[in-house]
């Protein structure tokens, strides 16, 4: 891969690590559970949906974290199984990927 490449990815990923913690920080809102029965089961659900999608993001936020560690350490791009290089595009589609399109066929297989 070229630095060009490998500086855009950064780039890429700088910015949807900067849009997730946007996210993460905006993404708490007040639930009413003081009401009757049905408010409080619709909050508890909102609270659930809420924890999950925050879940969601910080496992994203710590990918993108390693991916630009990585790229910052100048080990980044290859596969963590086999060893080659995982292409541009993939990389470029799928943010912090870390198996390229074989290896992680094989291991959505052997699920």
Known sequence: MTARELSSLRKKYVLLREELISTLQKSEFEVDIAGDAVDKLQGAALLRVQNQ???????????????????????????????????????????????????????????
């Open 53 to 111: 999608l925050s879940k969601q993001n910080i496992a994203k936020l710590s990918t993108l974290e390693r991916a630009i560690g990585k790229i910052d350490l100048g080990d980044y791009g290859n596969c963590e199984e086999c060893g080659e290089a995982i292409g541009f595009k993939r990389l470029e589609a799928i943010p912090g990927v870390s198996l390229c399109i074989v290896c992680a066929e094989l291991a959505e297989r052997n699920r």
